[in-house]
């Protein structure tokens, strides 16, 4: 069954980043920028993103990025659960070619869908979650950043555990 996002969208958003990163990245869905330019997390969350990222040492090009949904959901509404289910596949697809050693899971959207959990990001956060076998850490969406400033410092500490996890499993 093909995705009614197909027909209200410009680009479908794959991905972008290393082929071969060991960290793979995944959002929620592209929003106007994204749809526009067919890249994820290019508008004001992915630069919020890339500071993100650059705080643990990373640039962009060391890690994976994509999004749980490859069609923008008009308005940037929240992904409906049909939509999760039928662009799954290509997730399902994008992890088995990449082969990350580890998910940052950025937001509720992919936090759920990814771990089929319900649970809120208090819950979620600060502890290693096990995506088919890929250690997974869940943190705040950067857009949420933007609104909320004051849970940059709790983004820092999960980006800084997800950076000491990495650094253990390197041997560095
Ligand atoms: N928000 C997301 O979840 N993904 C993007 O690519 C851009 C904004």
Redesign the pocket.
Known sequence: MKCPLGATRTSF?FGSGNPNADIMVI?????A??DAQGL????R??QLLTKILESIELQRDDVY?C?ILKCRPPNNRKPLVGETDSCEPYLWKQIELIKPKFILA??L??AHTLLKSGETMTALRGTVHNYQGIPTLVTY???ALLRNPEWKKLVWEDVKFLRSLYQEAKGS
């Open positions: 958003v959002g929620e869905a592209p929003g920028d994204e994820p997390f290019v508008g969350a992915g990025i999004n950025l937001g959207t992919a969406h950067p857009a």
